[in-house]
């Protein structure tokens, strides 16, 4: 069963996928950017709940810093946007709308949009485990 992500009412919806620097950077300016724009919801899909500086990631291996110094939580980087943990499995670009997959039991959703951002280092082939960003539904 696939369960739809409601919509507020009369509210534009913006969806981004990919919680990496594109997808949250992305988000961060829209956020700053609509502040005072009521009209807008922001929505942000990645598989993990958290952000990953990876510039600094040699220093985890070399024991020179805590995995915690690296790592920042979504929703405590991104406190007006809603964030869906899950995996996007399907961009149907005709009819603006994601499939996602989500919790334990890989729970089906839907999520509609009027505009979206795709940042899942869909410009890279060096991530290729995200059939939705290489498949050709868009
Ligand atoms: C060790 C290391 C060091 C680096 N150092 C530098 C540096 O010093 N300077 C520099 O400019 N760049 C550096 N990079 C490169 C930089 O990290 C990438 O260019 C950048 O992360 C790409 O951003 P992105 O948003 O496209 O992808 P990512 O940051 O990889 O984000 C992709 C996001 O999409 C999510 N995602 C993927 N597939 C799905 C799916 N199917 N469903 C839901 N979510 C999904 C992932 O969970 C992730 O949150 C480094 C990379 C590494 C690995």
């Known amino acids: 069963m696939v369960v739809q992500v409601k919509r507020r009412r009369r509210k534009k919806r913006i969806v981004v996928l990919g919680g990496g620097f594109g997808g949250v950077y992305a ?3 829209l ?12 929505f ?3 598989q ?9 990631l040699h220093e985890i291996a070399a024991s020179d810093l805590e995995i915690t110094n690296i790592v920042n939580p979504l929703r405590k980087l ?9 995996e996007v499995n399907e961009i149907d670009l005709p009819n603006k709308r994601v499939l996602i997959s ?6 089906s959703q839907e999520i509609d949009y ?4 795709i940042a ?7 991530r290729s485990n995200s059939p939705a960003f290489g498949r050709g539904k868009f």
């Open 27 to 29: 988000a961060i300016h």
């Open 114 to 117: 009027d505009h979206h951002e």
């Open 48 to 56: 993990d709940n958290f952000f990953l500086f990876t510039p600094m």
């Open 44 to 46: 942000l899909v990645s």
């Open 120 to 126: 899942s280092r869909c410009h890279s082939a060096a």
């Open 78 to 86: 991104l406190r007006k946007v809603e964030v869906l943990v899950g």
């Open 31 to 42: 956020e700053k950017l609509l502040a005072r724009v009521d009209a807008v919801e922001i």
């Open 102 to 107: 989500r919790g334990y039991r890989n729970h």
